[in-house]
């Protein structure tokens, strides 16, 4: 895709809305999947907790076969 030639850059500041240091929380969107929509109403767990627990089950178990 190229960028049209009527767009004008020429009075735009560089770095405007940079700030050192800030952290930036992104949305993830996952999609549907039955575990984890299932297992955590039963438990009264938050999908978001289920969510964060998968990668450090993995780094557990990467550190495992080190």
Same mark, same amino acid.
Do not use: W
């Given at each position: ?6 767009y &004008? #850059?020429?009075? &735009?500041?560089?770095?405007? #809305?940079?700030?050192q240091g800030m952290?930036?929380d992104?949305?993830?969107? +996952?999609?549907?999947?039955? +575990? ?9 767990? &938050?999908?978001?907790s289920?969510?964060?627990? +998968? ?7 990467t550190?495992?076969?080190?």
């Amino acid at each position: 895709m190229k960028m049209r030639k009527e767009y &004008d #850059f020429s009075k &735009d500041q560089r770095g405007k #809305f940079y700030r050192q240091g800030m952290k930036i929380d992104i949305p993830i969107y +996952l999609d549907e999947v039955r +575990l984890l929509s299932r297992e955590p109403a039963k438990k009264e767990i &938050d999908r978001s907790s289920v969510v964060n627990e +998968l990668p450090r089950g993995s780094i557990k178990v990467t550190e495992a076969m080190e």
